[in-house]
């Protein structure tokens, strides 16, 4: 017989009135007593209601402090693993505390209050389902009430709908619809993973919890060893994971609006706190704004994405080093850093403890629907993410796809100048719209100021009219802005008959 344990919540009233809530544990005694008799009643004896003759030796250990009073108003709802009973504590005129239910529920006595009364050893049986509860702590319950209070206010995060969604919406076949509104590689993949993809074997085993197979081939692409890289579904994921295993409830994190607002939303999720310290108006890093904040308020991490999403701008090296010396745990997203044509900073967790880098499959080998990303850690951190994740987190196909496509690097190459190129031109091309203001872009997407004569709102819905797909902000520090990803230059020459015909 195991050793269950159950947990009792007490009311009581304090001499001032105030009801004072309490928690204990109950635990199920290791030698568990088995009886079938009635023991004669005792002066103190503290009694179950049961309606089975086997007994269950229970041992109650009371708060001390918690009966040091002799003002009680008491109830208890009991709850074991087996079924539930109803206790009350009491006042007796000996002024021993004791546990009692009506006489007309019961006439088994099976406790006995002993010493001071602050240990009680309960012999009590299963009790019947039928018999009712009354207890204030259940009365009243809702589905809501388990949720935790700082959820209940969370506002969920609003995801870019996916093509079915849009064409039943806009009245049009998903292939006609130009999508450039989530920043997706119109190109796909190479043809490796759909090979790949095809000859799947075991796709009703288990996938590999440690994805070694994948992190292997990630070792060979970047060039840092994979006891450094950690893969998840999507780099959501690892950003969740981090504040999962770096925050508290009620600590800080420092974030760079306008970005990607995921660092936000998982900040709410995990009950932190977040500072914004705002991007200066070419969108670049207050970097003395940054130090000022942390020497001040003492955040434990700050995101930082480069190219920054929406606007395409790269971190300086030197403002990167700058932040790395102050005490924060430094987490880089670098989910479109292939057409920026920089570096990645993967290599640098090996020197440098408070850095995180962020990598994804979504963009680089365009596998957003199958949801593969990546991140490098120094090892003092990783360790403690390998013991928090989910076992089985990347799938099968995911870590399939994902080394399908690091096989075929000519191909990714290739795909990635292409989207440089025709970025290059889709920017010169908005440049020349009256109502557009355009921004220099190292990523995939270009954000473009929306003139004050032309709201940025309206914009978007006219062109989903036409079926062309950009992106609009709620947030108020791009109320007026919209960003285009990069699509093809069949894609680009749509988008802009339809800008020509707004004007």
């Known amino acids: 017989m195991k050793n269950p344990s159950s947990r009792y919540e007490m009311k009581k009233e304090n001499s001032e009135g105030q009801v004072v809530h309490g928690l204990f544990n109950c635990f199920l005694a290791s030698s568990v007593a088995y009886r079938c008799a009635q023991p004669p009643p005792h002066k103190h004896e503290a009694v179950m209601t049961k309606n089975c003759s086997a007994l269950w030796g229970l041992g109650i250990t009371l708060t001390s402090s918690l009966l040091k009073t002799n003002h009680f108003s008491v109830f208890m709802g009991v709850i074991d693993?087996?079924?539930?009973?109803?206790?009350?504590?009491?006042?007796?005129?000996?002024?021993?505390?004791?546990?009692a239910v009506p006489q007309s529920q019961s006439h088994r006595p099976s406790c006995l209050i002993q010493g001071n009364g602050r240990r009680v050893v309960a012999m009590a049986s299963t009790v019947p389902s039928s018999i009712e509860h009354v207890n204030e702590?259940?009365?009243?319950?809702?589905?809501?009430?388990?949720?935790?209070?700082?959820?209940?206010?969370?506002?969920?995060?609003?995801?870019?709908?996916?093509?079915?969604?849009?064409?039943a919406r806009l009245g049009r076949k998903p292939e006609d619809i130009i999508?450039?509104?989530?920043?997706?590689?119109?190109?796909?993949?190479?043809?490796?993973?759909?090979?790949?993809?095809?000859?799947?074997?075991?796709?009703?085993?288990?996938?590999?919890?440690?994805?070694?197979?994948l992190r292997a081939a990630l070792a060979e692409d970047s060039g840092l060893e994979s006891d450094y890289i950690l893969a998840g579904c999507?780099?959501?994921?690892?950003?969740?994971?981090?504040?999962?295993?770096?925050?508290?409830?009620?600590?800080?994190?420092?974030?760079?609006?306008?970005?990607?607002?995921?660092?936000?939303?998982?900040?709410?999720?995990?009950g932190a706190l977040v500072i914004k310290v705002p991007r200066k108006a070419d969108f670049s890093l207050d970097v003395e704004q940054i130090a000022d904040v942390i020497e001040r308020e003492k955040p434990k991490?700050?995101?930082?994405?480069?190219?920054?999403?929406?606007?395409?701008?790269?971190?300086?090296?030197?403002?990167?080093?700058?932040?790395?010396?102050?005490?924060?745990?430094?987490?880089?997203?670098?989910?479109?850093?292939?057409?920026?044509?920089?570096?990645?900073?993967?290599?640098?967790?090996?020197?440098?403890?408070?850095?995180?880098?962020?990598?994804?499959?979504?963009k680089r080998a365009g596998l957003a629907g199958l949801r593969v990303g990546y991140g490098?850690?120094?090892?003092?951190?990783?360790?403690?993410?390998?013991?928090?994740?989910?076992?089985?987190?990347?799938?099968?196909?995911?870590?399939?796809?994902?080394c399908a496509a690091l096989q075929n690097p000519t191909y990714l190459e290739k795909v990635k100048n292409t989207l440089v190129q025709e970025?290059?031109?889709?920017?010169?091309?908005?440049?020349?719209?009256?109502?557009?203001?355009?921004?220099?872009?190292?990523?995939?997407f270009i954000l473009c100021e929306v003139a004050s004569g032309m709201d940025a709102k309206l914009l978007k819905e006219d062109l989903a009219k036409m079926g062309v797909m950009i992106r609009h902000y709620n947030k108020k520090e791009l109320r007026g802005y919209v960003r285009v990803s990069v699509g093809k230059p069949e894609h680009t020459d749509v988008l802009m008959e339809c800008l020509r015909r707004l004007s």
């Open 81 to 99: 693993i087996y079924n539930a009973s109803s206790l009350c504590l009491t006042k007796t005129n000996t002024g021993f505390q004791h546990f």
């Open 137 to 167: 702590v259940q009365q009243g319950l809702t589905g809501d009430s388990f949720i935790r209070p700082h959820l209940r206010k969370l506002s969920p995060y609003q995801p870019i709908l996916p093509f079915e969604v849009l064409s």
């Open 179 to 213: 999508k450039l509104d989530a920043n997706e590689n119109p190109y796909g993949p190479p043809p490796e993973v759909f090979e790949a993809l095809g000859s799947m074997k075991f796709p009703y085993v288990y996938p590999d919890p440690e994805s070694r197979r």
């Open 234 to 270: 999507g780099a959501d994921e690892l950003i969740d994971l981090i504040m999962r295993c770096v925050l508290e409830p009620g600590d800080k994190i420092v974030d760079c609006p306008p970005t990607f607002t995921m660092y936000e939303f998982d900040a709410a999720v995990n």
């Open 301 to 362: 991490c700050i995101f930082l994405t480069s190219p920054n999403n929406p606007d395409g701008s790269v971190i300086d090296d030197e403002d990167l080093l700058r932040i790395l010396k102050l005490p924060i745990l430094v987490v880089l997203d670098e989910a479109y850093v292939e057409f920026s044509g920089i570096e990645s900073k993967m290599k640098w967790v090996k020197k440098h403890e408070n850095l995180i880098v962020l990598r994804t499959f979504s």
């Open 376 to 402: 490098a850690f120094p090892l003092s951190i990783i360790e403690y993410l390998w013991r928090a994740k989910q076992p089985y987190n990347v799938s099968v196909a995911a870590e399939i796809s994902a």
């Open 423 to 444: 970025r290059d031109r889709l920017y010169n091309l908005l440049k020349e719209v009256p109502f557009l203001n355009p921004y220099p872009s190292y990523s995939n």
